[in-house]
Every structure is written in C-alpha cells, then in structure tokens.
C-alpha cells in the first residue's frame, strides 16, 4: 500500500510498501506519447518496484526490467516480481533524445497499463560553493524531489539506484538537470566528501503552493558548510560492545527526512561508530536492528561529538490478525506498531504477517497503538497494547470484509469504454481509495471503506471519467451497492484566470476541483491544474449535474481563493470570473506557552484562514514561533502538542502582520480570543492636519485630548454616540 508520510505538514512524500517475492510472470505495459500527443517512437523505458520493510529507513527501490517503445510508442515488460493487490507501486521512467523525461507511478492490479507523455525538455541548474565562495567540483547533486502540476504528491525521485535525477558538479562547480518535465518545481539534496550534506526542504514546504525551484532557473546557488561528526560506541546493560548493530541518526526537527537523506551505519565489532559529513544541528540517534535497540537520544553536534548509546534486547510484542467471519489468519497484512505518547518516529515500526498471520516485533516496554491494513479488508481501530519487560505480550487483531464495486463504464451506445478512471466520493485520503481504470472491456471491481468515511452519513457517490472523449459521469452508491453500470455523458468545460492585486495575470498559481455533497466536499481526483503564463487554467471532462467549487492557492507570496462554480442549463462551457488572489506578504509571530507560563518547544502550529495561504511553523527552544507569508486579514492558529502523556490545545485568532502573540496551550481546549495586530505607536508622532474634520488647533503648542474607538464594536459607537450629544457640555 502506498504511504503518504507527512512530514509536519511540509509535504507529501510517496513511500512506498511492497511485497515482492518470484511468483508467475506479469506483463507491466503503456504508451509513450510526446508533446503533441503523438506516439514516440524508441523511447528508453525503465521500471521499478518499490519495498518499504517497515524498519527505519529501509526503502528499497528494485529494478524490474528495461524495453523501447516501438512505432506505435507501445511498451511491455515482463516481470517475476509480485505485490499483493493495493499493496505495492510500479515506477515507470521513459526518455528519448531531445525531450524531457517522463515518468508515473502506477499502483499494482490484475493489469498494470500506464501512461507517459515526454514534453519539451527544461532546464534546472546552478553552482555549488564552500562557505568561501570557492567552487565545489565532484559534488553529487540529486533532484531528491520533485512536485509535478497537476499532481498532488511530491515524487522520491533521485533515490538510488535510479539514475535518471543525478548530476555531479564540474570544475567550476556547476551542475545541470536538463531533460525536466515542464512547470515542474524540486528539491535538491548535495553530497561531497568532507563537507557537510545539504538538502533544501524544510518542515514548512508545501508542495502545492511550489518547491523551492522552479524549471527555468539556471543560477542557483548552494553553500557547501564544514562536515560535522558523531562517533560513539554501543554496549549493552553489562557494558559489552554490541558490535554490528544498524544505527540511524535523523534531523530533530524533521524526522521524516530520514527517509530520504538515509544517514545510517553499522557499528564495528567493538561497537564503535561514527557520523561523517553531517551538517551542523539536532539529530536524534538510536540503534534500529533486529536483536538491539535503544531509546532515542538527542545530540546538538557543532563540530564533532562523542555519543555512548545503551542497548538492551527489548521485548516481544506478537500481533496475530485473523479473519472477521471465517476466523482464519490473515497474510500479508501490514502491522503498525508506534509508542504511545512519543514524538519520535524511531518508536514506530511497519511490518508484514507471515501465512499464518502473525507478526513478532522486539520493542521498548510501554504502551503501543497498533493498526492493521490489509487488502480486501477494513482497516482496523488502533489497539492499545501494553508491553511488559520479560512477560508474553500477545494481542489479536480481527478484520472486517471491506465493501467491493464491480461494473461497467459505457458511452451512451452502449459500448464498452476501456481506460477510463473510476472512483469514489468523497476521497478518503487513503492510497488504496485511489483512481482505478477500466480494461479493454470496460469493467473494473474496487474495493472501499465506507466505514472510513462514514462521517458522510451514507452519502456516497462513484465517478467515471474519460478525459480523452471529454465524458464524465458520477452516481450515487451506498454501502451496499455491488454491481453498477456508468454510462459516460457529455463532460463540462471550465475556463478561468488568476490575477494579483495589480490585476496582472499569476502564472503557476494551483487549481483544483472540489465536488459538493450535501454537507461536505471533497477533491475531486485527477483534476488539478496549474495557471500559464497568462495567468488562465482549462478543466475538461468535469461530470455534469452535480455542484462544484474551484479552489485556488497562489504561487509563493500570494494567498489562496475559493469560487462557487454554476453551470448554464442550455450549455457545457463555463468562463469563471477572474479571481484576485493578495499578497502573502506578512507575519506573525509570538510565543507558546503553558498554563504556567513555561515556554513549549516542538509545539507544531497551523494557520489558516479566508484567503489565507496554508501556514505551518513549530516553536524552537524558547517556545517562539514564526508564520514568514500570510496575508492581510483574519489568521487562525491551531496549536497541540503532547506533554507527559497529555494532549493540550489552542485555537488562537490574529491577523496578519501581529506580533508578540502570546498562544497559551492547555489540557481543555481553548480558543476564540481574537488577539489583534498591533498598530505602531503614535508616542512622539506629529498629529495630522484635522482642519478638514473641522478641528482647528490654535495657540502654543499644548496637551490634546485624543478619543480612539473601534468602529466595529457597538460599544464603541455608542459611546462616541454619548459624547456628541454633551459635546456642549464638555466644550
């Protein structure tokens, strides 16, 4: 099953989790295309499997097999690697001379066909320094990620062994990606011996409002820093060396990383170890292996500094998952076993059972919630398990049957549609939930989870889109709807265009498609889009006679929009009135405290608001916090964190531009404060000419009295209101 880690909020990254073991072949197919839709002939095709072992940092990428397109840019490749339906990804590549590189992730089902376009190829390129300004040759640069519009996910693409997002820098320590995808933005990781290894995410990106560079650029510049380095050793409780043991060391403040820039080694026999080429910061370190393991301790390295980390062997927790109605074993379902009330991800493991349905993981004494997907099944409640030092420690997990669609996708004659995409409304967020594509009959079958979204009250819906024919269709289903046929109708046309408060057109500004239930909504998949240079997006094949909105959010500096879509009766186009979006060109900051006034640290806040672009920010060691791009307007702050085993919140209102905001966290949830900007002060300042108010100051310069009030407050008015009727009286 594919797993959206997220990372604080900053993005999504596809992990993913596989089975993959020799069973009979499957033929894994598609069609390159080019620019002008046309087939391509020649095309170098590569593909992958992805395995995620649910040990820290084990993601595995396996080359699967290498072909070319032939003339009618048709593509196969056979394969002994197997994944479990809904539990694996195929990562297709194709590349050819004078275009970009193509590529899409396909989930595995009864037939994979997929589909990649090659465009006209972009350029991304820079400089590598040292801290002196002096040019890094020999540095590996990787694209470690990168956002692709139209899509929501970032994709790991410059993971190894994939070759196709690697460059190293030359002599005068340039490098360059020069076969990119058009409009695409990325993230980049650099590596060279000796010097500090620099990656440019942070908790904060958002990948739908863009990465940090953008297709086109050519000047980047990057600073190589002094390598730091952990050394340490390993020993038990006896004070022995635990010689071989994996150690990981992860970022403190973004955890999830890990995954990515993989800083892992294995201790020597005497159980020495070391760190080389980190940068300077916070790093947790712990030993991750099948035998050991040891709390994770926090390290803040400088330069270089001397860790000694305990192990012990820990204990056994075994989790058996059977089935709901036969009571038989479930395999191959994916156990997720994290430490209650820890922040650390080095407490979490994702492991797969054996045949006979049972896992075994050696852990920490304390409390654990596990969680169990397996395919074909409902995802079961987290379980708390209590795990004791030197006892049995044994839980059983039972699954429900998940709900199963079967059907057709026809055109209004009657005939069978192959390709087209099938879903179900409202989308639950989960991988396995996502977009399947009829056969060459027009038949799919899907799985769901109606209790997964049961928040709906019964209201589903399950659409077909064919965005080739420009039909569309969505019905109403319910939970126990088995067997359906779609007939495709006549899609809906969308046009519009995104300006700044200028009036200018936004170009890379995002637009996604929501759809309306009665009391909800939800993305509607597949239709995402990104504004062009002037400022204007197109959505096809939109299913018609249902409610829509459009939901906007600019590029970096800009804010966000919503606009309600209303279709004409007698047509199939619509033109949406332009949409202005302001300028993120604010902040605000403060600080996170506890009901004692102590500052919080690692405290993860959320800002949102009307036109207000998505705001993430955590607190640094003295509880201070910094929102760096909001608008002008009402802010809304989220704020939770875990303290000794208890959760507290806050929900704080602001406005853009506030500062010394002051967000107390409590065990009861509190909020509805309105904690205004404050304005700059008026102490030492010359009045204003207030002879067009009919005020005219006379005389030596003196005191004045001055009234201020808030006009939107009735008080205020009423008050003001008061004073005018004595105004006689005061004079």
């Known amino acids: 099953m594919p797993q959206v880690i997220s990372t604080s909020g900053w993005m999504w990254i596809m992990v993913v989790s596989a089975v993959l073991g020799a069973a009979e072949a499957k033929t894994l197919k598609g069609t390159v295309t080019g620019p002008d839709g046309a087939p391509v002939d020649g095309a170098a095709v590569s593909v992958y499997a992805t395995q995620f072992r649910g040990e820290w940092l084990a993601l595995e990428i396996q080359p699967v097999g290498q072909t070319t397109t032939c003339s009618s840019g048709l593509f196969s490749v056979q394969t002994d690697v197997q994944m479990p339906p809904n539990e694996g990804c195929w990562l297709f590549f194709a590349e050819k001379p004078g275009l970009s590189i193509g590529f899409s992730f396909l989930q595995d089902a009864s037939e994979v066909t997929t589909s990649l376009q090659l465009t006209a190829p972009q350029t991304l390129a820079g400089r590598i320094e040292d801290i002196h300004g002096n040019p890094v040759a020999g540095a590996g640069v990787r694209l470690l990620v990168l956002s692709v519009p139209g899509e929501h996910e970032c994709y790991t693409l410059g993971l190894e062994p994939i070759p196709f997002f690697v460059a190293e820098t030359d002599a005068q320590g340039r490098f360059e990606f020069a076969n990119l995808p058009k409009n695409c933005t990325a993230e980049l990781m650099v590596k060279k011996a000796g010097l500090a290894t620099f990656h440019t995410l942070t908790p904060n990106i958002n990948p739908q409002t863009g990465l940090t560079f953008a297709v086109g650029q050519e000047d980047i510049v990057l600073t190589l820093s002094k390598a730091c380095r952990i050394s340490g050793r390993v020993s038990d409780q006896d004070n022995q060396p635990a010689g071989h043991v994996q150690i990981v060391a992860i970022e403190a403040d973004f955890p999830t990383i890990g995954i990515l820039?993989?800083?892992?080694?294995?201790?020597?026999?005497?159980?020495?170890?070391?760190?080389?080429?980190?940068?300077?910061?916070?790093?947790?370190?712990?030993?991750?292996?099948?035998?050991?393991?040891?709390?994770?301790?926090?390290?803040?390295?400088?330069?270089?500094?001397g860790v000694p980390l305990k192990v012990v062997k820990g204990s056994l927790l075994t989790v058996t998952v059977v089935d709901g109605i036969s009571n038989q074993p479930v395999g191959s379902a994916q156990v997720n076993v994290s430490l209650l009330d820890e922040r650390s991800s080095l407490t979490s493991r994702t492991v797969m059972t054996d045949p006979e349905g049972k896992v075994q993981c050696r852990v920490l004494p304390g409390t654990y919630n596990v969680s169990v997907y397996a395919p074909g099944y409902r995802s079961s409640r987290s379980v708390a398990a209590v795990v004791e030092d030197g006892k049995v420690n044994e839980i059983t997990i039972t699954l429900g049957a998940t709900a199963r669609i079967a059907g057709t996708v026809t055109?209004?004659?009657?005939?069978?549609?192959?390709?087209?995409?099938?879903?179900?409304?409202?989308?639950?967020?989960?991988?396995?939930?996502?977009?399947?594509?009829?056969?060459?009959?027009?038949?799919?079958?899907?799985?769901?989870?109606?209790?997964?979204?049961?928040?709906?009250?019964?209201?589903?819906?399950?659409?077909?889109?064919?965005?080739?024919?420009?039909?569309?269709?969505?019905?109403?289903?319910?939970?126990?709807?088995?067997?359906?046929?779609?007939?495709?109708?006549?899609?809906?046309?969308?046009?519009?265009?995104?300006?700044?408060?200028?009036?200018?057109?936004?170009?890379?500004?995002?637009?996604?498609?929501?759809?309306?239930g009665s009391s909800w909504s939800s993305t509607l998949q597949g239709y995402t889009a990104q504004t062009d240079q002037d400022g204007m997006y197109r959505f096809t094949a939109i299913p018609p006679q249902q409610r829509y909105y459009l939901s906007i959010y600019g590029p970096t500096g800009y804010g966000t929009g919503s606009v309600n879509l209303e279709f004409p009766t007698d047509g199939d186009r619509v033109t949406?009135?332009?949409?202005?979006?302001?300028?993120?060109?604010?902040?605000?900051?403060?600080?996170?405290?506890?009901?004692?006034?102590?500052?919080?640290?690692?405290?993860?806040?959320?800002?949102?608001?009307?036109?207000?672009?998505?705001?993430?920010?955590?607190?640094?060691?003295?509880?201070?916090?910094?929102?760096?791009?909001?608008?002008?307007?009402?802010?809304?702050?989220?704020?939770?964190?875990?303290?000794?085993?208890?959760?507290?919140?806050?929900?704080?209102?602001?406005?853009?531009?506030?500062?010394?905001?002051?967000?107390?966290?409590?065990?009861?949830?509190?909020?509805?404060?309105?904690?205004?900007?404050?304005?700059?002060?008026?102490?030492?300042?010359?009045?204003?000419?207030l002879s067009a108010y009919g005020v005219e100051l006379q005389g030596q310069a003196g005191p004045v009295l001055v009234c201020v009030w808030d006009w939107r407050q009735r008080p205020s008015r009423a008050m003001v209101r008061q004073l005018a009727e004595r105004a006689d009286a005061l004079a």
């Open 576 to 689: 949406v009135p332009d949409t202005m979006l302001k300028l993120a060109n604010l902040s605000v900051s403060g600080k996170v405290v506890d009901e004692d006034g102590n500052p919080l640290e690692g405290v993860d806040l959320f800002g949102y608001g009307s036109g207000q672009p998505s705001a993430q920010a955590r607190t640094g060691t003295d509880g201070t916090f910094v929102f760096d791009a909001v608008c002008q307007g009402d802010l809304s702050i989220q704020a939770s964190y875990q303290k000794g085993g208890e959760y507290m919140y806050s929900n704080t209102r602001t406005e853009g531009g506030a500062r010394d905001v002051t967000i107390v966290l409590s065990p009861q949830r509190s909020g509805g404060r309105f904690m205004p900007r404050q304005p700059a002060p008026l102490v030492g300042k010359l009045l204003p000419d």
């Open 261 to 305: 820039t993989r800083n892992i080694t294995r201790a020597e026999a005497d159980g020495t170890f070391s760190f080389s080429d980190l940068a300077a910061g916070s790093y947790l370190l712990s030993v991750v292996d099948t035998d050991w393991m040891s709390k994770p301790v926090a390290v803040e390295v400088k330069t270089e500094v």
């Open 411 to 516: 055109d209004s004659d009657g005939r069978p549609v192959a390709g087209a995409h099938v879903f179900v409304l409202p989308f639950s967020g989960n991988a396995r939930d996502a977009i399947q594509t009829t056969d060459e009959n027009g038949h799919f079958t899907r799985g769901w989870d109606p209790e997964q979204i049961s928040w709906v009250q019964g209201e589903f819906y399950l659409a077909a889109i064919d965005k080739g024919s420009n039909r569309a269709v969505i019905e109403p289903i319910d939970a126990d709807t088995t067997d359906i046929q779609l007939t495709l109708q006549p899609g809906l046309t969308i046009t519009g265009k995104v300006i700044g408060p200028d009036g200018g057109p936004l170009a890379g500004a995002g637009v996604n498609v929501q759809f309306r």
